[in-house]
């Protein structure tokens, strides 16, 4: 991707110093250099000076408009130097984008430029909700698959780099990987799967709050409230 000096991108960077703990959050870019792309960003929470971050290409996303935008499409927007997911309340993709999004247990609505809003289109890009599985050791010696939640950075080369929930970046088979069902909003009586720690389990959709950007669900007898990035069709 080529990139000016004030153009914005989507990247994943890391949380503090060393790249075991990664978020995805929205900047200005400052330069590129061979094959990274470099942001200014605050060196922490409390000091605010900018220090310089060199991020792969490959995982960095300039920030463009979507095509259309239509009420309750799912999309990822950036905020307090990080990302959060919501779902669209009105918008032309021209002019400014009204999206209502969960951060930090609460919710909120805010315009937003609609280069700065990122629509999830239940399909494996940059940024999409995914879950991955791996095949793990049983009872009585037997060998059961297990899925868990992450966020998709790219895929090449038939490998996956995906971040997990808790923000460890790895490398995993892609055919491994698969879109979570975001893009539409789950009805009460639904079969899904629901994120529970760092697994996806079974679970029956209860209600749809807020217009899906939040759902109760039944997983084994008990009613829990789980973001829409954490709600999906069974993964196969």
Not at 67 to 73: E, G, H, I, S
Not at 86 to 104: H, I, P
Not at 136 to 163: C, F, N, T, Y
Not at 205 to 227: C, F, P, Q
């Amino acid at each position: 991707m080529d990139y000016k000096p004030g153009d914005k991108a989507w990247s994943v960077m890391p949380v503090s110093a060393g790249w075991e703990t990664l978020k995805f959050t929205l900047n200005d870019v400052k330069r590129t250099e061979e094959d990274s792309v470099v942001f200014d960003v605050p060196s922490s929470a409390t000091d605010t000076k900018p220090v310089e971050v060199f991020v792969p290409n490959a995982f960095t996303l300039a920030a463009t408009a979507a095509d259309r935008l239509d009420r309750n499409d799912p999309v990822m927007v950036a905020t307090s130097g990080a990302r959060a997911f919501g779902r669209v309340l009105s918008g032309d993709t021209k002019t400014t984008v009204k999206v209502r999004y969960r951060f930090a247990g609460t919710s909120e609505e805010k315009d937003f430029d609609p280069r700065d809003v990122l629509k999830l289109d239940g399909k494996l890009s940059f940024g999409a909700p995914v879950g991955y599985s791996e095949t793990k050791d049983a009872d009585k010696g037997e060998r059961k698959v297990v899925w868990h939640p992450a966020q998709l950075v790219q895929v090449s080369d038939a490998k996956a780099w995906i971040v997990t929930n808790g923000g460890k970046p790895i490398r995993v088979e892609a055919s491994s990987v698969k879109p979570m069902g975001v893009e539409s909003i789950h009805r009460p009586g639904d079969k899904v799967w629901a994120v529970r720690g760092d697994e996806l389990v079974p679970a029956e959709l209860i209600e749809a709050m807020e217009d899906g950007l939040r759902y109760k669900v039944k997983i084994e007898g008990e009613e829990v409230t789980v973001s829409l990035e954490g709600v999906t069709q069974p993964l196969k």
